[in-house]
C-alpha cells in the first residue's frame, strides 16, 4: 500500500478537531458527546481542541473565544478522572491561564468550599433520605428491623448529629482528611450534586467561572453531577456548554449513567472517533466483535460504531485458553505459566518467555490470592470496605486506621538488612521524618533510658519482621509496647482488645458494622506479616498484577486476561457466563425481563476494556466450571478462528 493511502486510512478522524471547535464557538454553542472507543485518541483530541479555544494554535474564532474569555475573567474547565489525567493534559497544554484542569472531585471542592452552611444543610439532607429510604427497606422486610441493622440506622443518626455540629468543612481532593470538620471523598461528590440541584446561587457562580466545562470518562462520571450540568447546558445559549467524552464500552464503575448515549439531548452534535491507534488489526477486530455480541442475556445495545485499526498495524496476536477452574490455585498458576509459552511461541515474543506481560485479574480477591496476599487483602476489606483496595482514580493508600502499618513500619522494615542487622543512621532518620524524636526527655539519665526502651524494641521488631512465620500481631508488639509512633487510636483500641473474632455471619445473616471491623482487625493481626508487603506495592500500583478496573486508561505491549470467577467471588461480573461454562441464573432472568443491566451486560464491557488494553499480543485464559460446554460456546461464536483456542494441558508440571 502506498504511503499516501497509509497516511488516508489513518487520518480518517483528522476533521474532529475542526468539528468539535466549529460547535464550541457557533453562536450560541453547541454541546456535544464524543463517542471515543479504546485507544482512539481522545487525549490528544480534547488538547487539540483546547489549544484552537485559547489562542495557542491560531485559529479565528477559537482566537475570538480566548479574547472573550479573558476580558470577563472566566476560563475552560476540564473535568478527568484521574490525576495521572490532569497531569498529562496539563503537560501537553503547558501554562495556559484559560483553562483549569482537574479532578472531578477538585472541581466540586473549588465550587463548594466556604459555603460551610451550605454543605452542611446538603449532608444533613442527603443523610436524612438515606435514613429514611433505609428504615423503610428494613421494615419492609419479612424480620423487620433486625438489632444490627438498628445498630446502623443509629450510626446514621450520629452522623446527622455530628454534622450538625460542625462549623467549618474541611477537604482536600488529593488524599484522606482527618480531624473536625474532614469531609470524606464520597461526600464532596453528594454535596456538590445536591447543591448544584438545590442552590441557584451556585448554577449562577458555575456559568459565570465556567461556561464551557468538557468531561473525560463522561460514562463513569457521578450521575448526579453529570445531572445537574446537563440541565443548565439546557436549552442551548442558557449559559453552559458542555463536551462530554466518553465510551459506554467501557463503563466500568457504578457511579456513571448506565446507558448515557440514549441521554443525550438531540440538539446535541455527537461527533466521532473511528480510529484505534493502540492496537493491532487482530485485537482490534476482536474488541469490535464483543461489543457487537449477540449473546443471551445482553440488554445494552450494541451502539457505537466499529473501530478501525491503523493501516500499519496489520497484524497480532490473540489465544484464548480454557481451563477447569476446580484445579488448585497452584495448579492455575502453573497452567497461565504455560499459556504464557504458548504466546511466546505464537507471538515470536520473548517478552512472554520472560514474564514481562501485564497480567489482569478480574477482581482484586483473586489478584490478592494470585500474589499471595488474600489474609492482608480480606483483612483490609473488612476494617475499611472503600479504601482496602486500589481504584482507577485517587491515590491508594489502603485504610486511613492501619496507616502506621503501611508506611512508619514499612520504612523502618527497609532499615533492617537481610542478616537482620539495622542501620541506626537511617533508623534514627524515619523516627525523625514522622516527628517522634520531638517529645524525647529533657534529663539527661531519662532520655538514655528513653533510647535504650527504644532501641531494644527496634531490635525485637528487626527479629520479628524477618521471621518469615511471624503474624502482623508479633511485629506490632514491641512498637506499641514501647509507643515507636503515633498510631490511629482504632488500631491501639483492637490491639488492646483480646476478645476473639466473631463468628463469619451465616449466608444472607446480617452482620453490624462492629463486627465486620472487630473480624477485619483480628484476621489482619494473625496475618503473615510479609503479606503487607506485597500488599503494598499492589495498593501503590508498582505490581505486575492489576485488576481490570485500575487499568483503565492504560496500554501494555502484551496482556494476559485471567478469567476466573469461582476465585473473584462475588456476582457482579462472571466470564463463564459469555463463554459458556455457566448457564443464567435466576436473578440474570428477572433483570432480563425487566430489561434491567445483567450481568453479561457487566461483564461485556469490562471484557471490552481489558483486551483493549493490549497492543501488539493478547492472552485471555478462562478457568471454567464447565470446559466442555465453554469450548462449544466458543467454536460456534465468530470470535476466534479455530488455531485460536486452546484447552490448557493438564497436567502442566513439564514447565516446573
Ligand atoms: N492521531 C494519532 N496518531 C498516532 N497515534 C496516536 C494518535 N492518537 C493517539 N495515538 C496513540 O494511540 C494510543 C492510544 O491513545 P490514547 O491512550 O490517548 O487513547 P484513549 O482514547 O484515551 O484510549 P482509552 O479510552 O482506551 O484509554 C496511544 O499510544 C497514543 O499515543
Redesign the pocket.
Known amino acids: 500500500m502506498s504511503a499516501v493511502a497509509i497516511s488516508a486510512n489513518n487520518e480518517r478522524d483528522a476533521g474532529v478537531v475542526e468539528e468539535i471547535c466549529g460547535y464550541l464557538t457557533e453562536e450560541p454553542p453547541r454541546s456535544y458527546f464524543l463517542f ?1 472507543g ?7 483530541t480534547l488538547v487539540e481542541v483546547l489549544r484552537r479555544m485559547t489562542g495557542v494554535v491560531e485559529h479565528e474564532s477559537g482566537g475570538r473565544l480566548a479574547r472573550r474569555l479573558r476580558i470577563y475573567g472566566r476560563s475552560i474547565r476540564v473535568v478527568t478522572y484521574t490525576k495521572n489525567a490532569v497531569a498529562v493534559i496539563n503537560g501537553r497544554l503547558g501554562d495556559n491561564d484559560l483553562i483549569g484542569v482537574s479532578t472531578i472531585h477538585a472541581f466540586c471542592w473549588e465550587l463548594i468550599s466556604g459555603f460551610n452552611d451550605d454543605i452542611r444543610e446538603a449532608l444533613v439532607a442527603i443523610k436524612q433520605a438515606q435514613l429514611e429510604k433505609e428504615t423503610a427497606e428494613a421494615a419492609a422486610r419479612p424480620r423487620g428491623i433486625t438489632a444490627a441493622k438498628q445498630r446502623d440506622l443509629d450510626e446514621i443518626k450520629a452522623d446527622i448529629e455530628a454534622f450538625k455540629l460542625i462549623d467549618v468543612f474541611i477537604y482536600n481532593p488529593d488524599r484522606e482528611t482527618h480531624g473536625a470538620g474532614a469531609l470524606a471523598h464520597k461526600h464532596v461528590l453528594d454535596a456538590t450534586a445536591w447543591l448544584l440541584q438545590n442552590r441557584s446561587t451556585l448554577q449562577t457562580i458555575l456559568k459565570d467561572r465556567h461556561p464551557i466545562i468538557l468531561i473525560d470518562e463522561s460514562q463513569d462520571t457521578m450521575k448526579g453531577i453529570l445531572d445537574a450540568l446537563m440541565s443548565f447546558a439546557e436549552p442551548r445559549g442558557a449559559g453552559l456548554t458542555l463536551g462530554l467524552l466518553g ?1 459506554h464500552r ?1 463503563r466500568i464503575y457504578t457511579d456513571g449513567h448506565s446507558d448515557l448515549p440514549s441521554l443525550v439531548p438531540v440538539s446535541w452534535a455527537t461527533p466521532e472517533l473511528q480510529m484505534n ?2 492496537s493491532q488489526r487482530r485485537i482490534v477486530t476482536l474488541i469490535n466483535r464483543i461489543w457487537e455480541a449477540e449473546i443471551e442475556g445482553r440488554t445494552q445495545p450494541a451502539s457505537g460504531i466499529q473501530q478501525h485499526p491503523r493501516t500499519e498495524k496489520a497484524g497480532g496476536v490473540v489465544r484464548l485458553f480454557v481451563g477447569d477452574t476446580s484445579l488448585s490455585p497452584k495448579d492455575k498458576v502453573v497452567g497461565e505459566r504455560w499459556c504464557a509459552d504458548q504466546m511466546r511461541q505464537a507471538s515470536g515474543s520473548d517478552a512472554w518467555g520472560q514474564g514481562q506481560y501485564q497480567l489482569l485479574a478480574l477482581e482484586h480477591k483473586l489478584v490478592a490470592t494470585r500474589g499471595s496476599f488474600l489474609d492482608a487483602y480480606s483483612s483490609m476489606v473488612l476494617i475499611d470496605p472503600n479504601s482496602a483496595a486500589p481504584t482507577g482514580s485517587g491515590e491508594n493508600k489502603g485504610p486511613t486506621a492501619v496507616q502506621v502499618l503501611l508506611n512508619e513500619l514499612a520504612q523502618l522494615e527497609a532499615c533492617v538488612g537481610a542478616d537482620g542487622a539495622i542501620d541506626e543512621l537511617m533508623a534514627t532518620e524515619v523516627f525523625r521524618c514522622f516527628g517522634c524524636l520531638e517529645n524525647m526527655p529533657e534529663n539527661e539519665a531519662e532520655r538514655a533510658k528513653r533510647s535504650d526502651e527504644m532501641r531494644q524494641a527496634i531490635f525485637a521488631f528487626a527479629a520479628a519482621s524477618k521471621n518469615p512465620e511471624a503474624t502482623v500481631e508479633q511485629v506490632l508488639t514491641p512498637i506499641l509496647g514501647a509507643n515507636l509512633f503515633e498510631v490511629d487510636h482504632r488500631l491501639s483500641e483492637a490491639f488492646a482488645d483480646k476478645s476473639p473474632a466473631p463468628p463469619v455471619p451465616a449466608r444472607g445473616e446480617e452482620e453490624s458494622k462492629t463486627d465486620r471491623i472487630r473480624r477485619g482487625w483480628c484476621g489482619l493481626f494473625a496475618t503473615q506479616w510479609s503479606q503487607l508487603q506485597k500488599y503494598r506495592t499492589y495498593l501503590a500500583g508498582n505490581s505486575v498484577l492489576a485488576t481490570h478496573q485500575v487499568v483503565k ?1 492504560s ?1 501494555f505491549l502484551h496482556v494476559m486476561v485471567v478469567m476466573d470467577d469461582k476465585v473473584a467471588g462475588g456476582n457482579k461480573f462472571s466470564y463463564d457466563k459469555i463463554f459458556g461454562g455457566v448457564q443464567l441464573g435466576k436473578s440474570d432472568r428477572e433483570n432480563l425481563e425487566k430489561g434491567k443491566e445483567t450481568t453479561i451486560d457487566r461483564t461485556l464491557r469490562l471484557l471490552y476494556v481489558t483486551c ?1 488494553r493490549a497492543q501488539e499480543s493478547l492472552a485471555l485464559v478462562l478457568w471454567s466450571s464447565d470446559p466442555v460446554a465453554a469450548l462449544n460456546r466458543i467454536t460456534e461464536s465468530d470470535w476466534f478462528s479455530e488455531h485460536e483456542f486452546v484447552v490448557i494441558q493438564h497436567p502442566v508440571a513439564s514447565l516446573n
Do not use: V
Open positions: 471515543a479504546a485507544g482512539s485518541g481522545k487525549t490528544r465510551d467501557q491507534h493502540r486508561g496500554e483493549s
